[in-house]
């Protein structure tokens, strides 16, 4: 006898892309889900668009709720609102019991990603883009799923006209001022440069992230650590994945995520064999086995890397 599907939430705005997500969940297993609307605050039509997806819900016997947020004002609205997106979503979904939040990025979704984050000279992991299976940011026990990161917009769009339905349009998605927007009309002037294989590529990525994840965790199994201290000996281990063992040893120190390339610069001055301190972690690489420990009296930001003599 089979288990019963996990409970899941699905984020639908209103748009093609997620009322298309609305129905194939629908015909793939009613019931088996529930709906929620982020109101933003942004525009004076979103409470409206939060009704008409309730009220579609309702047609379709689907729970439907809409999540209202405040994001207040400053610089950078689209990464701000996905910060409280993903935090009303998560809280809706641990207050209903549910364990997974699925969400309609598509495969032009997924291009625009990569892109950007190539124009900002992203690693394996960030050119990986967004991956099919992860966690709710800020919300560790709750899944995040992205079901139609093989689908085209347009054929996402063709399911909601098919249907009768009407989707709401926001113009956000045409404003030359995200650069989002800016990466999907480059995208549609150069036809040979297909969002689908762009996908494909990051798909490929994300199996060379997960390697690369293999690797460290077999290469972090040989530190160790005694007093507070902890030691590891690099070898000929590749750069890439003595990154990501920095990465753990701050993580170990509860240090945090350092920006930028913060990491890179502290893991070349230990590899030169010399001693240098990023969020208050000191690191010494005066011998093949490297050491870290606490630094005394941390005076650096966790994305500065201090040098030692």
């Known amino acids: 006898m089979q288990a019963e599907p996990a409970p899941v939430g699905l984020a639908v705005s209103g748009g093609p892309d997620s009322l298309a997500l609305l129905l194939l969940a629908n015909a793939a297993f009613p019931g088996g889900f529930e709906v929620a609307t982020v109101d933003h605050g942004i525009r004076a039509e979103g409470a409206a668009e939060a009704i008409t997806v309730g009220r579609i819900c309702t047609q379709l016997g689907i729970r439907h709720a809409t999540l209202r947020i405040d994001l207040g004002s400053g610089p950078a609205l689209q990464e701000r609102a996905r910060k409280a997106r993903y935090s009303a979503l998560g809280e809706w979904a641990m207050t209903r019991g549910l364990q997974a939040i699925a969400t309609a990025h598509h495969a032009d979704d997924q291009a625009e990603t990569v892109l950007m984050r190539l124009a900002r000279g992203a690693g394996v992991r960030g050119l990986a883009g967004m991956r099919a299976h992860a966690c709710v940011p800020g919300w560790p026990e709750c899944a995040l799923l992205r079901p139609l990161l093989g689908w085209r917009r347009s054929e996402l769009e063709k399911i909601v006209k098919q249907a009768g339905m009407k989707a709401a349009v926001d113009p956000s998605n045409t404003n030359d001022r995200f650069e989002r927007v ?26 060379a992230d997960s390697a690369i994840e293999w690797a460290t965790q077999r290469s972090f199994a040989s530190a160790e650590t005694h007093e507070g201290v902890v030691y590891w000996a690099p070898a000929d281990t590749p750069r890439v994945i003595a990154l990501r063992i920095l990465e753990r040893i701050l993580a170990r120190f509860g240090a945090g995520t350092p920006r930028g390339n913060a990491i890179s610069r502290w893991h070349d001055r230990l590899a030169a064999g010399k001693v240098a301190t990023l969020g208050g972690v000191r690191g010494d690489g005066r011998s093949s086995t490297w050491r870290f420990a606490a630094a005394r009296a941390p005076r650096f930001r966790s994305s500065q890397v201090s040098e030692s003599p």
């Open 182 to 207: 800016r990466m999907r009309k480059m995208l549609a002037a150069f036809p040979a440069l297909d969002p689908a294989f762009v996908a494909t590529s990051a798909s490929h990525l994300a199996q």
